[in-house]
């Protein structure tokens, strides 16, 4: 059964929507379900000269848990520098969720990804160093949206 955190998310999604002129879009399909997930991010330097997550905007098309997990990777991220917002976990969506049934954890990764993906093409379009373990992990969502496809 779904948390009450849950209902509340996906009644009232947080950061809803599409957005203009977006800095990068990280977009994932789930290959168990056939859900997508799209996410804009709004990408700015603050007064350090560090890249920071300035707005942040998500469009899903899936389940409750989809949508609820969607909104809150946009709470957890907004305003974060690129590097922190690299380091949020699957395990972070669920406990901020109160626990989704173990059925669904696969949908919280579907908004990780997303996000993953968004922040390695900014990477990559500003030539910024890119390490083996990010590579790694990107190489693994493009595996299963390869997949995806065929
Ligand atoms: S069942 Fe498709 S993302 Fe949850």
Known sequence: MYS??????FRNPHN??????????????????????KLYLK?????QGEYYIQNIKFETLGCA????????VTDLAKGKILTDAM?????????ALDDLPAV???CSLLAVDAL??????????????????????HNRIITCQTRLKH
């Open 4 to 9: 009450q955190k849950v209902f509340e998310h």
């Open 16 to 37: 809803f929507g599409s957005m203009d002129n977006p800095t990068v879009v990280g977009q994932v399909g789930n290959l168990a379900c056939g859900d997508v997930m």
């Open 43 to 47: 990408i700015e330097k603050n007064k």
């Open 65 to 72: 848990a989809a949508i609820a997990t969607s909104s809150v």
């Open 87 to 95: 380091e949020i976990k699957n395990e972070d969506v669920v406990k």
């Open 104 to 106: 669904k954890i696969h």
């Open 116 to 137: 993953t993906e968004a922040i390695y093409s900014f990477y990559q379009k500003n030539n910024q160093p890119i390490s083996a373990e990010f590579e790694q992990k």
